[in-house]
């Protein structure tokens, strides 16, 4: 818990302060106590509670005191709440690797799948943009609630020469930048450190890959650009170990193809290729971050990492002002200390009076 206004925590000490004033007027009342010849009257006069019966009010209206001290100083709770202003990057690799399959059919039919069952079972409202990625990287789609654009898009998706994640996770934070306002272009140079400028900002990077860095800026470097950004960046890194024949249809094979343009390919060189994740890069850009690396090995575990992934970032630290609750309390505390007060102030026994019954005059 935090305090928009700590100073006014200051306020607390009137606590202290009054019950010193108390103790104070009790020895001196104690000192001018007047003696009497039979303690019996004064136990007649005074009501019969019993000691906790007067503690009790007092312990309450101070308890309302303090609620009020530190409803002064604005006290903020840090908890999670859903973001509806969250903005989902997805960056997918479409290298010439993504038509091995170790995965069948290939890795590139079960990514492009799986994104667009990711697209679909997304809540209406939530803001997803499309970065594709080889050798350079490229803005598809910005961040849109429409979800057929960014379906439409993924069809148009074709492989390409080289791998550039590095550059992907920078094209990504300008294209977030666009829309929210927080968080500045990658060519804005930040003075101050990733640490002092708070809580991280709702929109999210999710990166899609089955290999490695080949060009363009390090993945990690990038990295710190979106940690400076308090931008989250999700990996996932796609595929097995296993090598595979290389396999691409024909719509599949882009004009910068390894494997030229319009053909399908397949096997070569052995029959196989074995297209090694970098693990430990993609794990560091998530550390760096404050995001998670996922690792799945055939369709099923790609479609669950998906699945889940928005458990992971809809949900966002927030700094709520709970000053109301604090109010109340010391509302509740103080009205009932006089109410407590007042009925055991009354003397025990007493009847309740009734008003004389008329009389009639005289004589009539």
């Known amino acids: ?63 309302g005191l303090l609620s009020l001290g530190f409803a002064l100083a604005r006290p903020q709770a840090s908890i999670s709440v859903p973001s509806n202003s969250t903005s989902i990057l ?103 450190s990733p640490g002092a400028l708070g809580d991280y900002e709702p929109d999210t990077i999710v990166v899609l890959t089955d290999g490695s860095n080949t060009t363009g800026v390090d993945p990690v470097t990038a990295a710190q650009q979106a940690a400076a950004r308090r931008v989250r960046v999700y990996t996932i890194g796609f595929g097995t170990t296993e090598p ?38 993609l794990t560091q850009v998530a550390d760096t971050t404050g995001g998670r690396y996922f690792r799945a090995e055939d369709a099923d575990q790609l479609v669950g990492v998906l699945t889940d992934l928005p458990r992971e970032f809809n949900l966002r630290k927030q700094d709520v002002e709970i000053t109301f609750w604090f109010v109340l309390a010391a509302s509740l505390f103080v009205v009932t200390a006089v109410g407590l007060s007042l009925w055991w102030q009354r003397a025990p026994g007493s009847p309740v009076r009734k008003p004389p019954p008329a009389t009639r005059p005289a004589g009539l």
């Open 1 to 63: 818990m935090s305090f928009s206004w700590p100073w006014a925590l200051t306020a607390l000490l009137a606590v202290p302060l009054l019950l010193a004033i108390r103790w104070w007027l009790n020895r001196r009342r104690k000192r001018s106590a007047i003696t009497v010849s039979s303690v019996a009257l004064i136990k007649a006069a005074i009501p019969g509670r019993t000691s906790w019966r007067r503690r009790i009010p007092v312990f309450l209206f101070l308890a």
């Open 244 to 281: 595979a024949p290389m396999v691409c249809t024909a719509d599949q094979i882009g004009g910068d193809s390894p494997f030229g343009a319009g053909q399908g390919w397949g096997g070569g060189r052995g029959g196989g290729r074995n297209q090694e994740i970098d693990e430990q890069a």
């Open 90 to 192: 997805l960056a997918i690799d479409v290298s010439g690797s993504m038509c091995s399959t170790d995965v069948q059919p290939n890795r590139f039919t079960v990514a492009t799948d799986a994104a667009r069952k990711f697209i679909r079972e997304q809540e209406d409202g939530t803001r997803i943009g499309l970065v594709a990625f080889s050798g350079i990287a490229g803005l598809l789609v910005a961040p849109t609630t429409d979800k057929n654009s960014l379906l439409d898009a993924i069809d148009t998706l074709r492989t390409a020469r080289g791998t550039a994640i590095g550059q992907a996770i920078l094209t990504s934070i300008d294209a977030i930048a666009e829309s929210n306002p927080r968080v500045a272009k990658t060519g804005v140079d930040l003075s101050t």
